[in-house]
């Protein structure tokens, strides 16, 4: 009889003890029960005969985690506060059949010419295991990460190249195909199980030579794998939301450290933690010798004849335009006139965003909708009215100023499928649409061949966040949407904001942006300290506050660990539960993560390195 550790995939559960008649290899997955219920789970040790009865192993799988997919998971459970199980269930096992031998195959290297800049960035890189890619926009870093995938492959090694959301891949497909051809492939969410199937079919025989996804692809089992390129590498996407709250960006330095292969971050605008941790190279200009023209409109949130006049000029000289705002839907705030109700969602403490089209209200974090009102609920007297502006609403507004203007409204309300992404892109990029009024989905890194001009509103609500990073976050944004514009003719772009003075003394050199922001943040904040975050969240209002203080009270006796602040959170409920927090900061993650282990508790929620504080 040989007894087995074995970690419960996607369950908090520590490993649990089971036996089996027959010897299996640690790494197998393998199916048991617990509770009556049939689970998978994944050896990752052989044991002695325990004082307890166990349960014998139902069946043993062909899928295995081989020692460095246990390792990396491990490393997950450890630095993140989760169980082995939850970390094992990121990865997608090898299969037995797989073996452990790629398919030969004849490659032919790519002709991509460099500039004298581009080949200088690209010998840097070359020459650092861990490198920063600091390229402002249209400098030409793709062609850089395709050179330098060209060498791997030349070397009977494989790619992986992460992109912050899926909304990215499908233009970089296009652009590395036409230059890999079917040796690339992609993967992410949205993708059907058969598409899914035929992808691992194809990374596991050695046909995929190039990898690209956002950062679930970063768990792929992807053998022989010789270079990570991590691109818009400061963006928040590649941080997890839910457990394990992991940053794909920071497991990939991970684990080209674990397997001692190069890892490449790029950015226009990079991270400050990225910028004082790793060597960078500074990649500056665009291809085309165009110039963008900064004009900044002292304004609250609103659409004002000045921006409509803007529009109307760029259409009538035949060009294209992008509109950002930071709010989906026509509205975000429905207050009454009469007793200044603010209609709310009854399971979130936030306030619900109006949907003309669907005549509802929906909440924005837990999904809730209800029919519109027509009066206050609260007052039954009292008529709505509406606050902080959408995108649905600004297209309505802008659809009037001529009824030849074509307006396309993007973001998650209506780019719902990859499909209708490509099919918006490239009625986009064929002049089929004047105008894009979007979210944050604007400035994620796609190329637009013909927009001179950029409205940006609603970036003062950015940088007013009580958030240590609003100033990077607001900053970072505004220079990436400027960036989508301008990138064959010269541009304008229209800032909504009363912060000229901070914003216009850093478009032009970011880098100033970071040496002064490591300044200010010296000694409080990341990148020279570390940060943790512990969330509380019960229906029992008391239940999470009780737990949350007791915590507290542990914590404060310990040394080297520091309670920045706790309390209710900013958003105090979110889908029926009351949400406490504490925020801690010490200068060493180990002693966080110390701390945390000896206050853990089921219903808290451990956020390492958090980039979210609400």
Same mark, same amino acid.
């Given at each position: ?32 029960? #617990?509770?009556?219920? /049939?689970?998978?789970? !994944?050896? %990752?040790?052989? =044991? *002695? ?7 014998? &192993? ?43 031998? #790629?398919?030969?195959? /004849?490659?032919?290297? !790519?002709? %991509?010419?460099? =500039? *004298? ?7 840097? &890189? ?489």
């Amino acid at each position: 009889m040989y007894f087995y550790r074995i970690a419960l995939l996607n369950s908090p559960l520590e490993p649990l003890t089971y036996h089996c008649e027959n010897s299996v290899v640690i790494g197998t997955e393998v199916e048991i029960t #617990l509770s009556n219920r /049939s689970m998978k789970g !994944v050896i %990752i040790e052989e =044991s *002695e005969k325990p004082d307890f009865l166990t349960q014998n &192993i139902l069946r043993i799988s062909e899928s295995f985690y081989p020692q460095r997919q246990i390792q990396f998971a491990q490393f997950i459970s450890e630095y993140y506060g989760c169980s082995l199980g939850e970390a094992l269930n990121l990865f997608i096992p090898h299969t037995v059949v797989e073996q452990e031998v #790629l398919h030969t195959y /004849s490659y032919n290297p !790519v002709n %991509i010419t460099l =500039s *004298e800049s581009q080949s200088k960035a690209l010998e840097f &890189i070359r020459s650092h295991n861990i490198s920063l890619l600091f390229g402002d926009t249209g400098a030409g870093k793709s062609e850089i990460y395709m050179r330098r995938m060209d060498e791997v492959l030349s070397e009977g090694k494989r790619a992986l190249l992460l992109l912050p959301e899926i909304s990215l891949t499908p233009q970089m497909e296009i652009r590395f195909k036409n230059h890999f051809g079917d040796m690339v492939v992609l993967w992410h969410s949205k993708m059907t199980p058969k598409q899914k199937k035929v992808t691992l079919e194809k990374i596991h025989n050695g046909v995929a030579h190039i990898i690209v996804g956002p950062r679930s692809a970063l768990f792929l089992p992807i053998q022989n794998l010789g270079l990570i390129v991590v691109d818009e590498e400061h963006d928040e996407s590649y941080k997890s939301s839910s457990r394990p709250r992991y940053n794909a960006r920071d497991m990939a330095v991970y684990i080209g450290n674990l397997l001692k292969i190069p890892v490449v971050l790029g950015s226009a605008t990079p991270s400050l933690s990225s910028y004082a941790k790793y060597p960078f190279f500074r990649l500056k200009g665009g291809y085309f010798e165009s110039k963008r023209t900064f004009v900044f409109e002292p304004s609250l949130e609103a659409l004002t004849p000045s921006i409509d006049h803007a529009i109307m000029d760029n259409f009538n000289k035949e060009h294209q335009g992008i509109v950002f705002i930071p709010t989906r839907a026509n509205f975000k705030y429905t207050v009454c006139d009469t007793c200044g109700y603010h209609v709310e969602c009854p399971f979130c403490s936030v306030g619900m965003s109006q949907h003309k089209n669907s005549h509802a209200l929906k909440c924005h974090y837990c999904n809730y909708t209800e029919v519109l009102p027509k009066v206050c609920p609260k007052c039954q007297s009292g008529a709505l009215r509406t606050a902080r502006l959408g995108t649905a609403e600004a297209v309505e507004h802008f659809s009037k100023l001529s009824e030849n203007l074509r307006v396309q409204q993007f973001d998650r309300d209506i780019i719902t499928t990859q499909n209708k992404l490509i099919k918006v892109l490239e009625a986009f990029n064929s002049r089929e649409i004047d105008l894009l009024v979007g979210t944050q989905m604007l400035s994620k890194g796609h190329d637009y061949h013909d927009i001179t001009l950029a409205v940006v509103m609603g970036i003062d609500n950015l940088l007013s966040q009580s958030d240590y990073r609003a100033r990077e976050k607001a900053l970072s944004l505004l220079v990436q949407i400027a960036g989508r514009s301008g990138r064959k003719q010269n541009a304008t772009v229209i800032v909504q904001s009363f912060n000229e003075s901070f914003f216009r003394g850093y478009l032009d050199d970011y880098e100033k942006f970071l040496i002064d922001e490591m300044r200010i943040r010296n000694t409080r904040y990341p990148p020279t300290k570390k940060l943790a975050r512990l969330l509380y969240a019960h229906k029992n209002a008391l239940k999470a506050k009780n737990a949350m203080e007791e915590a507290v009270r542990e914590i404060e006796q310990m040394q080297r660990v520091q309670i920045v602040g706790f309390g209710a959170s900013p958003i105090e409920k979110i889908a029926d539960k009351y949400r406490f927090q504490i925020l801690l900061r010490s200068d060493k993650s180990t002693d966080l993560i110390r701390a945390i282990k000896h206050v853990k508790s089921p219903i808290c929620e451990i956020d390492m390195d958090p980039i979210e504080f609400t």
